[in-house]
């Protein structure tokens, strides 16, 4: 078969998945089935891949759609939890004493603390907790999955304490041939890793400055009263001070300290810089924006969490009411740090299946070290915290768990059709796996100005995956070697890959579902793509504009590397 009916059969799915969720606004649990029986078919009739291995590649769905069942549960009963114990009216009041503007807000919230949980957990876990704790606040259910979406984005290639550079890139170019070279030359993979890191984090810093902007934007436009580009546009200095306190030091972090700790530090950092800022009316428009009267909303904008809180419930503290997210930032950092032994024993204790149907796919789950565990013990943490009463975990209890029910079979159809195609690479006729398949193609038709291309095949990883890890492993090896092809820098389109796979996750479908499903907004994940797709485009034209600037016209080398 040739490559170009081989493109088109791996594309068909997505784009079959496309038309039915934005063009025909088909629901997630009616498109995915229909998404995976496709997939799998192609597979099955032209990769060759066997029904043992499709089989297998659900069971290994299985493991991960628990897992990020368990996030949401997690993410959701700790919100229901604050919402009883009265934290939730404390955190209102806490941001009227900072800002009542919701442009502010989404700057605070989403942008500075999603970034900061993003750096802590990774793997969708900021739009879990950012989105719920909108709706909370009083943002519309669908404008707090679009922007929580749009958090995972800038601090998504350091998120997890640097996982999908440390694992997903190290892991993805991990070959015999470079492991030969680097050594010739005296090299480890931690000199390419810290020089990627470096052209990463600078290409985010330009990139993602102007994200916080585009938030705000998204909120006046979509969901203002007067659906106004103006009154995002007058947030603007604001924004952009917002942006650079963000880019600026987590940019020097990648350059000076590796990518551990780029979204972290500079999510703290521009955290305490622009609070106080914002309490001080630093750059602030003189006239505050508000959201118009709940009862005014369209009825799309709504799911099923609901937040109406009681007048005459009980007052606690503002710090009291903080603490127990300030702490699952802390257990988060401190479980990820490879440099403490806590990380090894969460790690330590892995459920799975290997070869499963005696397939070469195996699969495993680590439960302690997922964010789910570490936010259910923060919320029992939390029941004596707020010195919470039986019933009250009760009724915080049922409300969380009838909210994932829902999402479960969504998701596991999305995850299943995301491994066949992944998987799809174990055939006899020893055919590479369908996004590789797309990958090759784009390269041959682009030639040298493949670098503007190369973010959109970092950001297809994520799309499919849903994480940038993954397609870091799926396509480093791969653009490592495009780059080789062309005699250009291996480092700056390793970081293309990253920064693109990080943008991809602001549309990865089984991500959109798992957002939707915090606020009970499944069957509205179209809507959220049609949204999320237009800062996504603006991330991958600007980055690819980059590639192709420093690697075809400016011509940077690896010769840091010494690599050539």
């Not at 985010?204 to 995002?232: C, D, Q, Y």
């Amino acid at each position: 078969m040739s490559l170009n009916l081989l493109f088109f059969l791996a594309f068909l799915p997505i784009l079959v998945a496309a038309v039915m969720l934005v063009g025909f606004r088909v629901s997630a649990r009616k498109t995915m089935p229909v998404t995976f029986l496709l997939t799998a078919a192609i597979a099955l009739q032209f990769w060759e891949f066997s029904w043992l291995n499709v089989v297998a590649s659900t069971i290994q769905s299985l493991f991960i759609t628990f897992d990020i069942l368990y996030i949401i549960f997690a993410a959701i009963l700790l919100l229901n939890l604050l919402k009883y114990s009265g934290g939730v009216s404390a955190i209102r009041l806490g941001f009227a004493g900072i800002s009542s503007d919701r442009r502010v807000q989404v700057i605070i919230i989403v942008w500075l603390f999603g970034s900061f949980i993003e750096g802590a957990a990774g793997f969708g876990t900021p739009a879990a907790i950012v989105a719920p704790l909108l709706v909370a606040l009083g943002f519309p259910a669908l404008a707090a999955v679009i922007l929580g979406m749009m958090v995972q984005s800038t601090a998504v290639t350091f998120g997890a304490v640097g996982t999908p550079i440390l694992v997903g890139l190290r892991g993805g170019i991990q070959h015999p041939e470079l492991d030969a070279q680097l050594a010739a030359n005296g090299l480890e993979y931690a000199d390419i890793l810290h020089v990627v890191t470096a052209n990463a984090a600078i290409t985010h810093a330009i990139v993602g400055s102007l994200m916080p902007f585009l938030m705000v934007l998204m909120l006046t436009r979509f969901f203002g009263k007067n659906r106004s580009w103006k009154e995002g546009l007058e947030m603007f200095p604001f924004a952009l001070f917002g942006g650079i306190s963000f880019t600026v030091p987590y940019a020097l972090t990648g350059i000076f300290l590796g990518p551990e700790f780029p979204s972290l530090l500079g999510s703290l950092v521009g955290l305490s810089i622009v609070v106080t800022a914002a309490k001080r009316g630093f750059l602030l428009p003189k006239k505050q924006w508000a959201m118009e009267d709940k009862a005014a909303w369209p009825e799309e904008w709504l799911g099923n969490l609901s937040f109406s809180l009681d007048e005459d419930q009980k007052r606690i503290p503002l710090w009291k009411a903080w603490t127990p997210y300030f702490l699952l930032a802390i257990l988060l950092v401190l479980s990820r740090l490879p440099q403490l032994p806590i990380k090894g024993f969460l790690t330590g204790i892995v459920i799975g299946v290997q070869h499963i149907l005696g397939t070469e796919i195996s699969a495993s789950s680590t439960p302690l070290y997922l964010p789910g565990s570490i936010i259910l013990l923060v919320c029992l943490i939390t029941f004596f915290l707020h010195s919470m009463q039986g019933k009250q975990v009760k009724s915080a209890f049922k409300e969380s768990s009838r909210m994932i029910f829902s999402a479960g079979t969504v998701l596991l159809f999305a995850v299943a059709m995301v491994r066949v195609y992944i998987n799809s690479g174990e055939n006899d006729l020893e055919l590479a796996a369908m996004p590789i398949v797309m990958a090759e193609w784009v390269a041959l038709k682009v030639g040298y100005i493949y670098p503007v291309f190369a973010p959109m095949i970092g950001a297809l990883g994520a799309f499919i995956a849903g994480s940038n890890t993954v397609s870091n492993l799926m396509f480093g090896l791969f653009q490592y070697g495009v780059a080789e092809s062309l005699s250009v820098s291996t480092t700056w389109m390793l970081a293309l890959q990253a920064v693109g796979a990080a943008a991809g996750n602001m549309i990865a479908i089984h991500n959109v579902v798992a957002a939707s499903a915090t606020v009970g907004l499944l069957g509205k994940e179209g809507m959220v793509l049609r949204k999320t797709v237009l800062p996504t485009i603006y991330y991958l034209l600007l980055t690819g504009l980059i590639g192709f600037l420093v690697i075809g016209v400016w011509g940077v080398s690896d010769t840091l590397l010494v690599l050539r």
